[in-house]
């Protein structure tokens, strides 16, 4: 029996969920999870290191590289074959201090505004119990 997915924190929800080609058609639908979004995020726009990237999503630095890798395959079938890119879904729970997050500066200077720092998550910090709150669409 496969170990519990543990919930990966999310700062921020995208401002726009579905992205596609302007000319023709498309031929398809790519469908991006919402912690894939996140990892893409931190780690090309905020410029955040893997392990910052992980501290802030309160998972494995090895599970962020296997989340942002699929993420990049993604984003390139979108672009290279014209498809529609969809966010939407995943295992994810939306950090309650998001409005207030200072973004990549967040992690590094260990202000806890980027991570969940909720009662559940303290005490789960270990058991990889899933969150309370955690969205599994």
Do not use: W
């Not at 997050?101 to 200077?109: E, K, M, P, Y």
């Not at 998550?121 to 899933?130: A, Q």
């Amino acid at each position: 029996m496969p170990r519990p997915k543990k919930c990966r924190r999310i700062c921020v929800l995208p401002a726009r969920a579905v992205f596609g080609p302007l000319e023709g058609g498309s031929t398809g639908t790519v469908e991006m999870a919402l912690e894939e979004y996140e990892a893409i995020r931190l780690i090309d726009r905020l410029g955040c290191t893997q392990e910052e990237c992980a501290a802030q999503m309160g998972v494995a630095r090895s599970t962020v590289q296997q989340i942002y890798d699929v993420a990049r395959g993604k984003l390139a079938l979108a672009l290279v074959e014209g498809r529609q890119l969809c966010i939407r879904g995943g295992h994810y729970t939306l950090c309650p201090g998001a409005a207030d997050c200072a973004g990549r500066d967040c992690a590094r200077r260990g202000c806890g505004r980027g991570r969940c720092g909720c009662r559940t998550c303290r005490e789960n910090k270990t058991g990889g119990n899933r969150h309370e709150d955690c969205s599994d669409l």
